[in-house]
C-alpha cells in the first residue's frame, strides 16, 4: 500500500510586481501639482529634484523615489491613485485664472472648496474679460488630456456682437483667419438673434489660443461686447449655478469626459 506524502503550502503571497515607472511630470500632475505643462517648465528650471539631484526633462519616476519640488519633499501618499475630483466653476468677468496676481486682484482660486493632499488645477483659462464655465481638477494629467489639441474637445461660446456680421464675414470665420499665431476657425456658428446694434451668436472650436474668439471676430472688424463659455466637452454651464459657485461633477460625469479622450485616441 502506497504512503501518502503530505505536500507543503505556500503561505507566503505572491511577489508584488513593482510598479511601472513613469515620466516624472505625469506623476506629479496625477498627484495634482499642476499640468504636465507646467510640471515640465519647473523641471526645465530646475525646480524639481529626485533622489537629491535636479530632475531632468523624460526623466522616469520609480516608486519609491524621492521627490522635492520647490525645494519641499512631495508626501509619498501623493503618488497614490485616488479618484480624480472635478468641479464646474461659473466665472465671473473680473477674475483671473492665474493662483496669484501680483497686483493684487481677485482669482478663480478664491472662492473654489479647499481640498486636503492636493490642489485644484484649471483645465484650460477664461480671460479676465470672460465669463462662464471653468473647469478645475484634481488630477493634473487628466487637465493636460483635455486641454490638448490633438483630442479636439470642443468648447462652446455666447458671444455678443456690436457691428454688422455679413455673410462674407461668417463664410471667413467658417474658412479660416491667419493670426499671429496660425491659422484658426470657427467649427460652427449659430445666429442666437438679437436686437438693435447688438446680436447674439454661439460659436464651437476645438482649440484653446489666447483670446482666439475674440481675436477671430475682431479680426472682421466687429466688436465683442460679451463673451461667455457655456459648455467644454459635454459638460454644460447650467442656469442654475450662480455666478462666483461651484459644483463638483458626478463620477458619471467624470466617467463622460474622460470617454471623450478614449474616443479621441483610440
Known amino acids: 500500500m502506497r504512503k501518502k506524502v503530505a505536500r507543503k503550502r505556500n503561505n507566503n503571497p505572491p511577489e508584488k510586481k513593482p510598479a511601472k515607472a513613469e515620466r516624472l511630470q505625469k506623476v506629479l500632475a496625477r498627484a495634482g501639482y499642476g499640468s504636465r505643462r507646467e510640471i515640465e517648465s519647473w523641471i526645465s528650471q530646475g525646480r524639481v529634484k529626485v533622489n537629491d539631484k535636479v530632475a531632468e526633462l523624460g526623466q522616469l519616476y520609480h516608486n519609491g523615489d524621492k521627490v522635492q519640488v520647490n525645494g519641499k519633499l512631495v508626501p509619498p501618499g501623493r503618488f497614490k491613485f485616488k479618484e480624480a475630483k472635478v468641479i464646474i466653476y461659473h466665472k465671473p468677468v473680473g477674475e483671473l485664472t492665474t493662483r496669484s496676481d501680483p497686483e493684487g486682484r481677485k482669482t478663480v482660486f478664491d472662492n473654489l472648496p479647499k481640498i486636503h493632499g492636493g490642489r485644484w488645477v484649471a483645465i484650460g483659462r477664461l480671460d479676465i474679460n ?5 473647469l478645475l481638477t484634481t488630477d493634473g494629467e487628466l487637465a493636460n488630456q483635455l486641454m490638448h489639441p490633438s483630442n479636439e474637445i470642443e468648447r462652446e461660446y455666447a458671444v455678443r456682437i456690436l457691428g454688422e456680421v455679413t455673410p462674407e464675414i461668417l463664410k471667413a470665420l467658417h474658412k479660416g483667419v491667419l493670426l499671429e499665431d496660425g491659422l484658426a476657425k470657427f467649427d460652427t456658428i449659430y445666429d442666437k438673434g438679437g436686437q438693435g446694434a447688438n446680436h447674439w451668436y454661439h460659436v464651437v472650436l476645438k482649440e484653446g489660443k489666447n483670446r482666439e474668439v475674440r481675436r477671430l471676430w475682431e479680426s472682421q472688424g466687429v466688436t465683442v461686447s460679451r463673451l461667455m463659455r457655456v459648455r467644454y466637452g459635454n459638460i454644460q454651464l447650467q442656469k442654475s449655478l450662480r455666478m462666483g459657485h461651484s459644483r463638483e461633477l458626478s463620477t458619471e460625469e467624470v466617467d463622460n469626459l474622460r470617454r471623450l479622450i478614449d474616443k479621441n485616441t483610440d
Open 130 to 134: 470672460t465669463s462662464g464655465l471653468l
